[in-house]
């Protein structure tokens, strides 16, 4: 890492730094890992942070903010380590730039649950040069040693009690050179990290004024709103042109990859636009396909594909020679959309010059090479700005939102457009968390404890189209993760596989990607594997668990909850996973309060996540993983009809609501020697096996395959 | 033209009858801030209050608010002062905060109505989808703003 003091450089017009502000910026040595990140792309000289002459910091965070918390976690952490004045400081999403490539990645882009695990340090690397800075240029301006002096809450103290304001020296910090080595805060010295500090999206995020994608506005802009293919790759077949050029306020109409778009003034005309081109579509990979043609295709490689080893330890012979009993189990998951609350938009202006992007975008890297080739313009001449998301869930990890504004601007003359599909649209037109088929031989010993695991899972792969590079002998590491080598039990004599199941349906990131449906699999497996022995179920994952941090979590989660004691008529389902380096147990509390009803009374949830910025970010985003989970365990299924998703909006594919929301506690484990786990999605995984095995405890019946609405069930 | 009384100030807008009400606010008067989430009033994110009523401005007509008063999100406070803006603040309430200006527009009439709503009142009220899962701390605000209101009444 390079950190420069810019303040002085040549670079005010394209930074946007203020004359007379102090500015640092940073670069990584150019180590571009990967295809993607491979292209120079920018002479961009990012800059991290200014601070201007009333003392006001302006921080540039290298991480999209989706309601993850990841814009406030940063802001926190340099504000921290630099001794700002918290009131004092403005945080805004970075614009491109080479300089913000997430560490972990190699590439700008926001996911995995990475962005306080991949910018701990560098920010605080930063923040602690600020400070160092501050403190020489403070000790200048006072005519005293550096020694003497600190750095406090937006002022540089000297021993003697005098003190200035950051505001009046920023002119002398900006002529310092940067220090070679800093000492960053021992953990006492914290005042912002490990707090829970009030976000610094929340102002804008109660009066209406937080910019997401589909507020942006330009002068002359237009509004698009686009229709393609309900079988997914199929073609436009007719259209009624003329009807759609005779609605007020129609302007163009565009052909598109797939389909047809309708650009008029506002969103409104667009869509009447729309209704009356009236668009039909013919062919696509999918058409003619229904649901049970789509699961008998996967049934068909689960019986017969070829299946490549995930992790094998041991031998399943040996191990099945001191079995007593042998469970054979099958589980599985439906294909579901992401339904961000935001659908998918995006604004560009693209000209022969030049191409700006306004976007909320989770994929800053991806989303410009993908502008650079429609539009064959060099990245460099690619702007990209961020806005808030308004949820991203991993959907907006995907440029196709992006291409359809790059390419409809470039149609209509290098005029700006603002595409925003319809809920409809969304939700027909997403790249869906996979199906995926689970089948388990468990075989216990004398004593109960597992001598043979295994696993065969089958699923579409979500790599071999994003990153094909990383699917190695047909082993999508995602399809099998926290199910391989990464289990949290120990497993003798393991044999987990993986299928490759070629599927005509788009799949994608979803929050929690393989381990949203491994840790269905695996938690269920143990749980039945605990009841077939005899045991209790937290008691057999004690025994079996092999993940010391899980452990740890699970103990915790057992003394929280009182596990074992609930009162008459509750029933209790525990789970526990790991996931994005961090470590999460919960336990669901439900009652039945009629024939086929469930109620989730309670989630007691325990997660161990290191180190911690923000604990009551990470408790909100505990809670909302849970809700998420729930959602989708209760009602989440995405079904065909002729190649094409049957559900359009939220009447036909269901969210959880107020009157469904359970108490939820959520303790946050105090880590801070293990640094910092990801808190995003790793409270995901275990909700839907500790609804599951709430529900086996309350009735008998194991549900093997999700959501509970399809096995009868209604979440009341 | 069509004549909108919204947050205290009249504005005129030329557009089609069958223009729902988010449309004109968003695309004709640049309010941003009231939100598109479904276009068929399940999400809650466009409410907005009319004659001090929630309604779901993507399927109310704008030519049927005319006459009206209508407030949006903007209009709520100048400073974030609002009692629901402060309680939902307090409360840290908003993650992603695409669904919190209907949350908060229809906390604001659910409270107008029932100044201390009860648990199960919540519930039947606040059917807004929230993405995020905030809604413990929806609950949380509402009670906090219920206090606060109670407190500044007496």
Same mark, same amino acid.
């Given at each position: 890492?390079?950190?420069?003091?810019?303040?002085?450089?040549?670079?005010?017009?394209?930074?946007?730094?203020?004359?007379?502000?102090?500015?640092?910026? %940073?670069?990584?040595?150019?180590?571009?890992?990967?295809?993607?990140?491979?292209?120079?792309?920018?002479?961009?000289?990012?800059?991290?942070?200014?601070?201007?002459?009333?003392?006001?910091?302006?921080?540039?965070?290298?991480? *999209?903010?989706?309601?993850?918390?990841?814009?406030?976690?940063?802001?926190?952490?340099?504000?921290?380590?630099?001794?700002?004045?918290?009131?004092?400081?403005?945080?805004?999403?970075?614009?491109?730039?080479?300089?913000?490539?997430?560490?972990?990645?190699?590439?700008?882009?926001?996911?995995?649950?990475?962005?306080?695990?991949?910018?701990?340090?560098?920010?605080?690397?930063?923040?602690?040069?600020?400070?160092?800075?501050?403190?020489?240029?403070?000790?200048?301006?006072?005519?005293?040693?550096? *020694?003497?002096?600190?750095?406090?809450?937006?002022?540089?103290?000297?021993?003697?009690?005098?003190?200035?304001?950051?505001?009046?020296?920023?002119?002398?910090?900006?002529?310092? *050179?940067?220090?070679?080595?800093?000492?960053?805060?021992?953990?006492?010295?914290?005042?912002?990290?490990?707090?829970?500090?009030?976000?610094?999206?929340?102002?804008?995020?109660?009066?209406?004024?937080?910019?997401?994608?589909?507020?942006?506005?330009?002068?002359?802009?237009?509004?698009?709103?686009?229709?393609?293919?309900?079988?997914?790759?199929?073609?436009?077949?007719?259209?009624?042109?003329?009807?759609?050029?005779?609605?007020?306020?129609?302007?163009?109409?565009?052909?598109?990859?797939?389909?047809? +778009?309708?650009?008029?003034?506002?969103?409104?005309?667009?869509?009447?636009?729309?209704? +009356?081109?009236?668009?039909? %579509?013919?062919?696509?990979?999918?058409?003619?396909?229904?649901?049970?043609?789509?699961?008998?295709?996967?049934?068909?490689? +689960?019986?017969?594909?070829?299946?490549?080893?995930?992790?094998?330890?041991?031998?399943?012979?040996?191990?099945?020679?001191?079995?007593?009993?042998?469970?054979?189990?099958?589980? !599985?998951?439906?294909?579901?959309?992401?339904?961000?609350?935001?659908?998918?938009?995006?604004?560009?202006?693209?000209?022969?010059?030049?191409?700006?992007?306004?976007?909320?975008?989770?994929?800053?890297?991806?989303?410009?090479?993908?502008?650079?080739?429609?539009?064959?313009?060099?990245?460099?001449?690619?702007?990209?700005?961020?806005?808030?998301?308004?949820?991203?869930?991993?959907?907006?990890?995907?440029?196709?939102?992006?291409?359809?504004?790059?390419?409809?601007?470039?149609?209509?003359?290098?005029?700006?457009?603002?595409?925003?599909?319809?809920?409809?649209?969304?939700?027909?037109?997403?790249?869906?968390?996979?199906?995926?088929?689970?089948?388990?031989?468990?075989?216990?010993?004398?004593?109960?404890?597992?001598?043979?695991?295994?696993?065969?899972?089958?699923?579409?792969?979500?790599?071999?189209?994003?990153?094909?590079?990383?699917?190695?002998?047909?082993?999508?590491?995602?399809?099998?993760?926290?199910?391989?080598?990464?289990?949290?039990?120990?497993?003798?004599?393991?044999?987990?596989?993986?299928?490759?199941?070629?599927?005509?349906?788009?799949?994608?990131?979803?929050?929690?990607?393989?381990?949203?449906?491994?840790?269905?699999?695996?938690?269920?497996?143990?749980?039945?594997?605990?009841?077939?022995?005899?045991?209790?179920?937290?008691?057999?994952?004690?025994?079996?668990?092999?993940?010391?941090?899980?452990?740890?979590?699970?103990?915790?989660?057992?003394?929280?909850?009182?596990?074992?004691?609930?009162?008459?008529?509750? %029933?209790?389902?525990?789970?526990?996973?790991?996931?994005?380096?961090?470590?999460?147990?919960?336990?669901?509390?439900?009652?039945?309060?009629?024939?086929?009803?469930?109620?989730?009374?309670?989630?007691?949830?325990?997660?161990?996540?290191?180190?911690?910025?923000?604990?009551?970010?990470?408790?909100?985003?505990?809670?909302?993983?849970?809700?998420?989970?729930?959602?989708?365990?209760?009602?989440?299924?995405?079904?065909?009809?002729?190649?094409?998703?049957?559900?359009?909006?939220?009447?036909?594919?269901?969210?959880?609501? !107020?009157?469904?929301?359970?108490?939820?506690?959520?303790?946050?484990?105090?880590?801070?020697?293990?640094?910092?786990?990801?808190?995003?999605?790793?409270?995901?995984?275990?909700?839907?096996?500790?609804?599951?095995? +709430?529900?086996?405890?309350?009735?008998?019946?194991?549900?093997? *395959?999700?959501?509970?609405?399809?096995?009868?069930?209604?979440?009341? | 033209?069509?004549?909108?009384?919204?947050?205290?100030?009249?504005?005129?807008?030329?557009?089609?009858?069958?223009?729902?009400?988010?449309?004109?606010?968003?695309?004709?008067?640049?309010?941003?801030?009231?939100?598109?989430?479904?276009?068929?009033?399940?999400?809650?994110?466009?409410?907005?209050?009319?004659?001090?009523?929630?309604?779901?401005?993507?399927?109310?007509?704008?030519?049927?608010?005319?006459?009206?008063?209508?407030?949006?999100?903007?209009?709520?406070?100048?400073?974030?002062?609002?009692?629901?803006?402060?309680?939902?603040?307090?409360?840290?309430?908003?993650?992603?905060?695409?669904?919190?200006?209907?949350?908060?527009?229809?906390?604001?009439?659910?409270?107008?109505?029932?100044?201390?709503?009860?648990?199960?009142?919540?519930?039947?009220?606040?059917?807004?989808?929230?993405?995020?899962?905030?809604?413990?701390?929806?609950?949380?605000?509402?009670?906090?703003?219920?206090?606060?209101?109670?407190?500044?009444?007496?």
């Amino acid at each position: 890492m390079k950190i420069e003091n810019i303040s002085r450089r040549d670079f005010f017009r394209k930074t946007g730094v203020t004359a007379g502000a102090f500015a640092l910026a %940073f670069s990584f040595p150019a180590t571009p890992k990967r295809a993607l990140a491979a292209q120079g792309e920018s002479d961009f000289i990012a800059t991290w942070l200014q601070i201007d002459e009333e003392g006001l910091v302006h921080l540039w965070i290298p991480a *999209s903010e989706m309601g993850q918390g990841s814009l406030p976690s940063l802001a926190q952490i340099l504000a921290d380590e630099m001794e700002a004045d918290y009131e004092r400081i403005r945080a805004l999403t970075a614009p491109k730039g080479d300089a913000y490539k997430n560490p972990m990645f190699g590439m700008q882009a926001t996911g995995g649950s990475t962005s306080v695990r991949a910018w701990w340090n560098p920010l605080r690397e930063i923040g602690a040069n600020v400070r160092m800075m501050m403190i020489e240029a403070g000790a200048q301006k006072m005519g005293v040693r550096p *020694s003497d002096c600190r750095a406090y809450n937006h002022r540089v103290v000297h021993s003697s009690g005098k003190s200035v304001d950051y505001a009046e020296i920023v002119s002398i910090a900006a002529g310092l *050179s940067v220090p070679e080595k800093v000492a960053l805060k021992e953990r006492h010295e914290h005042r912002y990290i490990g707090k829970a500090m009030p976000r610094v999206d929340l102002p804008a995020k109660v009066n209406g004024s937080a910019q997401f994608g589909i507020d942006v506005d330009l002068p002359e802009l237009l509004v698009a709103t686009v229709m393609t293919s309900p079988a997914f790759g199929g073609e436009l077949e007719s259209m009624d042109q003329e009807a759609a050029m005779k609605v007020r306020g129609v302007k163009h109409v565009v052909e598109i990859p797939n389909g047809v +778009a309708v650009v008029a003034t506002g969103y409104w005309q667009a869509q009447k636009g729309l209704r +009356a081109l009236n668009p039909s %579509f013919q062919g696509g990979a999918s058409k003619g396909m229904d649901d049970a043609q789509i699961e008998a295709a996967l049934r068909k490689d +689960a019986d017969n594909g070829k299946a490549v080893p995930a992790h094998v330890s041991g031998d399943l012979a040996t191990g099945r020679q001191k079995a007593v009993q042998s469970l054979e189990m099958e589980y !599985q998951v439906p294909y579901l959309a992401h339904s961000t609350m935001e659908p998918m938009n995006a604004t560009a202006w693209v000209t022969k010059e030049f191409a700006k992007i306004w976007a909320p975008t989770q994929a800053q890297t991806p989303s410009v090479m993908i502008a650079s080739g429609i539009s064959g313009l060099p990245p460099e001449k690619v702007e990209l700005n961020t806005t808030f998301l308004g949820t991203g869930l991993g959907r907006r990890f995907e440029g196709d939102f992006i291409q359809q504004a790059v390419l409809i601007s470039m149609k209509i003359g290098g005029k700006p457009v603002k595409v925003v599909w319809s809920r409809e649209e969304d939700m027909r037109h997403d790249f869906y968390r996979p199906q995926a088929l689970s089948r388990f031989r468990v075989d216990l010993d004398q004593s109960g404890m597992p001598v043979a695991w295994e696993n065969r899972i089958t699923t579409p792969s979500i790599f071999s189209r994003v990153f094909p590079g990383m699917v190695k002998g047909g082993l999508d590491r995602a399809a099998v993760e926290g199910a391989a080598k990464d289990a949290d039990y120990e497993l003798p004599n393991q044999h987990t596989e993986y299928v490759l199941h070629e599927s005509p349906i788009p799949v994608g990131f979803w929050r929690s990607v393989g381990h949203s449906f491994n840790a269905f699999f695996m938690e269920s497996a143990i749980d039945e594997a605990a009841h077939a022995s005899g045991s209790d179920p937290y008691d057999y994952r004690m025994k079996v668990m092999k993940t010391p941090r899980l452990r740890k979590a699970l103990e915790m989660v057992a003394e929280k909850v009182n596990w074992g004691s609930a009162p008459k008529g509750i %029933f209790q389902g525990i789970a526990a996973h790991s996931s994005f380096g961090s470590f999460v147990a919960q336990v669901v509390e439900v009652s039945l309060p009629g024939e086929n009803q469930i109620k989730v009374e309670r989630v007691v949830c325990v997660a161990d996540c290191g180190t911690y910025v923000n604990p009551q970010i990470i408790q909100m985003q505990m809670e909302g993983g849970i809700l998420f989970g729930l959602t989708a365990a209760a009602f989440g299924d995405i079904n065909f009809e002729d190649g094409a998703v049957k559900q359009g909006n939220f009447d036909s594919y269901r969210m959880v609501k !107020q009157k469904e929301v359970p108490t939820i506690e959520v303790y946050v484990m105090d880590n801070y020697e293990e640094g910092p786990g990801g808190f995003g999605e790793p409270g995901v995984p275990p909700i839907a096996p500790a609804l599951t095995n +709430a529900l086996f405890a309350a009735t008998g019946n194991r549900v093997r *395959s999700l959501p509970l609405s399809k096995q009868g069930f209604e979440l009341v | 033209m069509l004549e909108l009384k919204i947050n205290g100030d009249l504005r005129r807008i030329d557009v089609d009858e069958d223009t729902p009400l988010l449309w004109a606010l968003r695309d004709e008067l640049k309010l941003t801030g009231t939100k598109f989430g479904c276009g068929i009033a399940a999400c809650g994110a466009c409410t907005v209050l009319v004659d001090g009523e929630a309604v779901r401005s993507c399927s109310y007509p704008a030519t049927a608010a005319a006459g009206k008063e209508i407030l949006t999100i903007e209009g709520l406070s100048e400073d974030n002062s609002h009692p629901v803006q402060q309680a939902w603040i307090a409360e840290s309430v908003p993650q992603c905060g695409y669904c919190q200006s209907g949350q908060i527009m229809a906390a604001v009439s659910l409270l107008k109505k029932n100044p201390n709503p009860t648990d199960q009142q919540i519930d039947e009220q606040m059917t807004n989808i929230c993405r995020c899962g905030t809604y413990n701390a929806v609950r949380r605000a509402i009670h906090r703003s219920a206090r606060q209101l109670q407190e500044q009444g007496a």
